[in-house]
């Protein structure tokens, strides 16, 4: 079964920067799209940053410019740069497929609290 490892959490200062990084059991991201996604309390699970095989990456508007998804198929990774955080970026960051047909079961994910 598809396992998710997130890591690169912590807490940063507002301004900071920090990287993400996201290692599957499986190449479950070379067949697909790969998806960060984050969930801040109370609010529902959200999609900011995708990467297509092409290379191609999209970004939710309040992260565009700030925020860099890349991948390493080789490492089966996924990673998030962090630049300027905001303290509305605090949140519990994961990652997943994008398809829903691919999606697997959500991994502990890694907290980012962004706050002076």
């Known amino acids: 079964q598809e396992q998710f490892v997130e890591s690169g959490g912590g807490l940063v200062q507002p301004g900071g920067s920090l990287r993400l990084s996201c290692t599957t059991s499986t190449n479950i991201f070379s067949n697909g799209p790969a998806g960060w996604y984050r969930q801040a309390p109370g609010k529902q699970r959200e999609l900011v940053a995708r990467?297509?095989?092409?290379?191609?990456?999209n970004y939710t508007d309040s992260v565009k410019g700030r925020f860099t998804i890349s991948r390493d198929n080789a490492k089966n990774t996924v990673y998030l740069q962090m630049n300027s955080l905001k303290p509305e970026d605090t949140a519990v960051y994961y990652c997943?497929?994008?398809?829903?047909?691919?999606?697997?079961?959500w991994g502990q994910g890694t907290q980012v609290t962004v706050s002076s």
């Open positions: 990467i297509f095989i092409s290379g191609t990456t």
């Open positions: 997943n497929a994008v398809l829903l047909f691919q999606r697997a079961p």
